[in-house]
């Protein structure tokens, strides 16, 4: 099919997505060629994702095309701050911020900030192949289990959270977040799915300073969490011990991974593993991805950035 009218059929067949695309590109022309070459390249399954996420945030999620605009902005603003942090990175070999206090003051307690990161992130699921990858890795451990009680540590957007209720539409769910706005956030994703909130149990609060002595669950989602906190082993052990006989854990990392609000620093995935081990933690199966197209050899050595992804349960 002729390239202009593979894009005439994209836009017909698809047009609550390109609306998003053409957003986003018209802010920064650069962009549409990254988004084009990423998305010519995916099969119908994402296509249907696609469109499905971006009519729920153009119909029920933004609430005037003004937020629209602002979406397209925030995943724009996003990617140029990853890009500053990178570059830094790369002068530096360190994280601009060393602990989660820094952070808890930059952008989690700042409703502006955290409100735009969150927006382009979700929308970085549409764009950025890791994560893409990452939330089929996730739709495929779902597809091969069955779960009744659920754990979702810093849901953040919630996109992880609407695929598993949407999954197990009976779900008794907790979701633990430290910032106000991102359960604010989730609500909202839910509501636009046909979610009720109400149902869901959120717990605002710092995921080490809750007890939760007598409950368990047999699924905990901790995606890209541990790079935020200052003392990743102890969150570890905490979703370890909370984690039911049997129960898998959806894990996410990463490692040279600079942002605007990372501050434990791996950098190795064999650090990541480590670290896996030492909490008493199995990996299933994992799977790690350059976020360039390096050799694994040279990823330490040219500070590559690898999103990591993992099933763990207990030893």
Known sequence: MHATTAMTYERDAYPEFMEIVDLISTQNPLRRKRINAFISQQDPSYWAF????CRRLNHSFFQSDHEQVEAAQAYNRMCVDFLREQIRFRKTGVYRLDNAYMAHEEVYSQPAVMRYYMVGLLLSYLFWPNHY????????????????????????????????IQRFPHLEATLVDISEVSIKMVRELLTAFQIDPARIRFIHSDFLDLSLESESFDFISMGEVIEHVNDALSIMKQARRLLQPGGTI???????????????????????RTLIRDAGLSIVRDVA?????????????????INYFAILTKE
Do not use: K
């Open 50 to 53: 696609a469109e499905e996420l």
């Open 133 to 164: 990858a990452m939330l089929c890795f996730l739709w495929d451990h779902l597809q091969q289990i069955s779960i009744n009680r659920y754990l979702e540590i810093a849901p953040g957007h919630g996109l992880f959270t609407v695929q598993a």
């Open 250 to 272: 959806f894990f996410t990392t990463c490692a040279n991974c600079p942002s605007i609000d990372h501050v434990y620093h791996f950098h190795t995935t064999d650090e990541i």
């Open 289 to 305: 991805l350059p976020a360039e197209d390096v050799p694994e050899d040279r990823w330490q050595e040219e500070l590559v950035t």
